[in-house]
């Protein structure tokens, strides 16, 4: 077990990752700063990536002003190769296992995976699926998004990806969704694969409530993007809930 695997695996249930776009976040750097520190404490980490077009140099830049305000282990969430950087603690070494194009399950992955080898970033070997919406991710990665109504659809690639070895799944609506990844969705996953998969659910969180019945139903982390850039506060009151919740545990 690796540093930030073991991070996250002794807090399942209760993790709270907060998604920067570095394409977003250098435009307001100083409001992004101010609301990080302020979400810091609660969070289990810093996700830094996306799905449109910046630049390792971006990448770096966002990395180093989360580094500024906040303690917790940045992982990368990479939407190419060059967004690998050895400035990250960790990245999600991801397959988008329902895409059309090999190049989002596996050509990608081949050209990224000797700057993991060489800059010695922690790898966490992740099935990435595309539910409902599917939003940006979903369209940029050509993906066959799984219907929210066929939770046995989901199972089946979850259960691949366990087989397949990978340790970590994470579960997208897609980037400001309108409906959330439903908990019983997760729970029907969860059932099955128990604790063999560690289960990251994102997309159109927006409420206490949704967070919490996410966790509840199984998933061993949440994740605020398209919330922390347009309501912070809102997001930040999730992340406080969740802290409040976990500390009385």
């Known amino acids: 077990m690796t540093a930030v695997d073991k991070v996250l695996l002794d807090n399942r249930g209760k993790n ?23 979400a810091c404490s609660g969070i289990a980490s810093v996700l830094v990536g996306g799905s449109t077009g910046f630049s390792q140099c971006e990448v770096n830049e966002t990395i180093d002003l989360v ?7 940045v992982i990368i969430f990479p939407g190419s190769p060059a967004h690998v950087t050895p400035k990250a603690d960790a990245i ?21 995976s000797l700057l993991v080898w060489k800059y010695g970033l922690e790898a966490l070997p992740t099935a990435y699926l595309i539910v409902g919406e599917g939003g940006t991710a979903g ?6 998004p799984i219907p929210f109504e ?9 259960l691949a990806a366990k087989y397949l070895g990978f340790k970590y799944v994470y579960i997208e609506a897609g980037s ?7 908990p019983e969705m997760v729970k029907a996953v969860k059932n099955v694969v128990g604790n063999d998969v560690f289960l990251i659910v994102g997309g159109g969180i927006r409420t206490i409530e949704t967070a919490k019945s996410l966790l509840n139903a199984g998933a ?6 398209t919330l ?6 809102r997001a930040i009151e999730i992340i406080n809930s969740i802290t409040r919740e976990k500390s009385m545990r």
């Not at 922390?228 to 506060?233: A, G």
């Open 16 to 38: 709270v990752f907060i998604l920067l776009d570095p394409d977003k976040v250098l435009k307001e750097k100083d409001t992004y700063a101010k609301n990080l520190q302020r």
């Open 67 to 73: 580094r500024s305000v906040c303690n917790k282990p």
């Open 92 to 112: 999600l070494f991801m397959s988008l296992l329902n895409s059309r194009k090999t190049k989002f399950i596996i050509e990608d992955q081949l050209e990224g």
């Open 139 to 144: 369209w940029i990665g050509d993906a066959n």
């Open 150 to 158: 066929k939770p046995e659809i989901l199972l089946m690639y979850v």
């Open 176 to 182: 400001g969704a309108k409906r959330h990844v439903p």
């Open 220 to 225: 061993d982390g949440i994740v605020l993007g």
């Open 228 to 233: 922390f850039e347009r309501d912070p506060d």
